[in-house]
């Protein structure tokens, strides 16, 4: 494409969490101009020339100034902060798909399944004790973990998991034929792929279909031993359900990161509980990267000369 064909890219920027700054710094080295919301814009105006949208938890009322969008980039690997208002129909939404987030992803499942494997939960209660037992972890062959959620992310915790010597058991929406692990596909077979498993992982996106898929029924079919870890979204856990298992000692423990709502309310009984690690989701904190900016670049190239673009959301999916 000559240089002439470049239309300029310009976007506006939402969100609470992320640096406006640090974003704009990143895509002004690739000649992409990013303006803040609402503080750049005057209420009531049109701004045709705003052919973009940078965004985590966008309010609803911002769409109408901007009647040329192409494009809504995700801040997020998850999208359902952006579907679940009215959004603008026809614009292609773009989940962030960065190697950054997900080494932070995986990173932090690899910790959490080494604190259950290694048994920090049991720890923490003989220190309130004083109490030095050594305890013995299962073989890592024995300790099967079941990951729920088939994306980018699951794969690459899969590889690092098995490298690590654990056994696996995967659970996606649609039929595969993974070489490496046993894989299990669609409602009918989630129960089969929780069962006699030490660890059950949701890196599950928010969707209608996700919607509380995991609560005491499952966790009942998991081993005497056995941990929940939750780095995906809220929604995919029945809440109630799930402090049950936790104070019947059904789970042994949990580590979350993600919750129905967030913040966690002050008078959730999660916080009290003995045998939860929590974080405010932030198992995968995204960064302004060259490679996102670069990629948000191509994909805006892609988009004028009706070639195919990367990481765009199938909307009657939901991710
Ligand atoms: C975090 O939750 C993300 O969507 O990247």
Redesign the pocket.
Known sequence: MSIKELKPINLVFYSKWDSYEKWRNVLLKQNIKLFMWPKDFNLNTLYPNINGALVWDPPEDMWQSFPNLKIIQ?L???VDHILKKPFPKGIHILK?SDPD?SNQMAEYVLMSVLMCHRKFFQYLVHKKKKDWNQLIPLDKKTFTITLLGYGAISKLVIKKLLYMGFNIKAWGKNKRRPKNIKYYYGKDQLKDSIKDSSCLISLLPATSTTNNIIGLAEFKLLNKECYFINVGRGNTVNEKELIYALNDSILTGAILD?FKKEPLHKTSKLWTLNNVYMTP?IA?I?NATNYSACLLKKNFEALNQNKKISNIVDNTNGY
């Open positions: 995700s997020g690997a998850g962030l987030l993600v989701h995968g995204t």
